[in-house]
């Protein structure tokens, strides 16, 4: 099993830039792939960035160039550098995890979110 807190979210002025935190516990030997998801108002939740086992990342286009995903395996964190912000970032960010050893038994885990609110 896997518990992940999100921290790092708060106000910032569009252009600014925030740098979110993702702290893993329990089984995260087992964890292949991590990941931010957002939500913001009236939307469904949409996968913002992506980095699997073999450190390949993947982004939204929306975020793409701005946005990095990073890890830190000795203090079981990853991490979500966001840069040139935009009001339309405004969110609620979510930080996911997909584990298990087994591949018919992996499933995925969800942090309770951090809003993150772009605004002048």
């Known amino acids: 099993q896997v518990q992940l807190v999100e921290s790092g979210g708060g106000l910032v002025q569009p252009g600014g830039s925030l740098r979110l935190s993702c702290a893993a516990s329990g089984s995260t030997s087992s964890i292949v792939t991590m990941g931010w998801y957002r939500q913001a108002p009236g939307k469904q939740r949409e996968l913002v960035a992506q980095i699997t086992s073999d450190g390949s990342t993947n982004y939204v286009d929306s975020v793409t160039g701005r946005f990095t995903i990073s890890g830190d395996n000795a203090k079981n964190t990853v991490y979500l550098q966001m840069n040139s912000l935009k009001a339309e970032d405004t969110a609620v960010y979510y930080c996911?995890?997909?584990?298990?050893?087994?591949?018919?038994?992996?499933?995925?885990?969800w942090g309770k979110g951090t809003l993150v609110t772009v605004s002048s």
């Open positions: 996911h995890a997909y584990a298990g050893v087994m591949v018919v038994s992996r499933v995925g885990y």
